[in-house]
């Protein structure tokens, strides 16, 4: 079976179950847990940092980040197409009681300070919710990078607006390796950020939220009410220290698997209308020129038959995905298969 739903269905690598299996542990909660304190200590100097947390989730760290940002009823400003918004089941309601105040952004893609601005209230009165947060994506969840430079006006902009910037950076190393830059650089540019461990990277649990050392702090009582102080979690955070080390460097090679995907779709435009057809990072977005659902259910069912499994689309959206366990041989055989799926959607 060749997976393309998601990067997040990965198996640990020999590797990782060895490290698991031979953690050294303690009581996290305690702050007992060695592995655990090293995963944090490496992900706050990747990030360049003061400190690191570890989470179950990137939605959890996502959601702490808010908690830990925002009094009950403060205001946030982001893209109406965020993970928090769109696929986090409106946690920040549950959690936080924090105010997701949405703009769509003008690129279409990513948020820049001219969509964020006008949402702001600058001024001080009886009917507004306080302004308490600014939250960017990078990778963002449409499979596109936004660049330092645009964060880095966001950044400045916000700060002299008096707000912290927040950065769901689950694939932040592919918006990295994309850019070409180290992950500091993009991680200078919000006050605290979220990265995952397995996505590309591998690992079967875990993110980090990183931050200066007092939101950490914070971070870390909040964590405790939401109930995610972890015992013996260096069992985990020892697969996260390989996937750091062993997945994180590779991860170029998932992006170059999705440009080979995408040019191999394209070469069915009559089909196949490739949303990106150069990925930046390793997503593949595509419609079917000749749309509907019993047409989206025949693609894949096609696909399902040639032992390929894919999400259902989104909006009339597929997305692939690439991954480390996705091998040169299986990415071969899709692209065997395509002239006969796209000629049975003709
Ligand atoms: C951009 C983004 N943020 C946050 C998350 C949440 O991560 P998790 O699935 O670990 O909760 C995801 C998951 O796919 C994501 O794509």
Known sequence: MTDLRSDTITQPSAAMRKAMAEAETGDDVLREDPTVRKLEEQAAALTGKEAALFTPSGTFANQLALFTWCPKGGEVYLSEYSHIVQHETGASAHISGAFLRCFVPSNGHWAEWDDIAPRIRTVKDVHFPRPALICLENALSDGTVQPIASLASIKVKAEKAGLPVHLDGARMFNAACYLKTEAAAMAQQADSLMFCLSKGLGAPVGSLLCGTRDFI????YKRKIMGGGMRQAGILAAAGLIALREELPRLGEDHQKARELAAAFEGFDAVFDVINPVPDINMVFLRLRRGGKKREQLFLKLLADADV?????????????????????QLIGVLKILPRIAEALK
């Open 309 to 329: 499994r894919a999400y259902p689309p989104e909006g009339g959206v597929f997305r692939f995905v690439t991954h480390r366990d996705l091998s040169k041989a």
């Open 217 to 220: 702090g914070e971070a870390r």
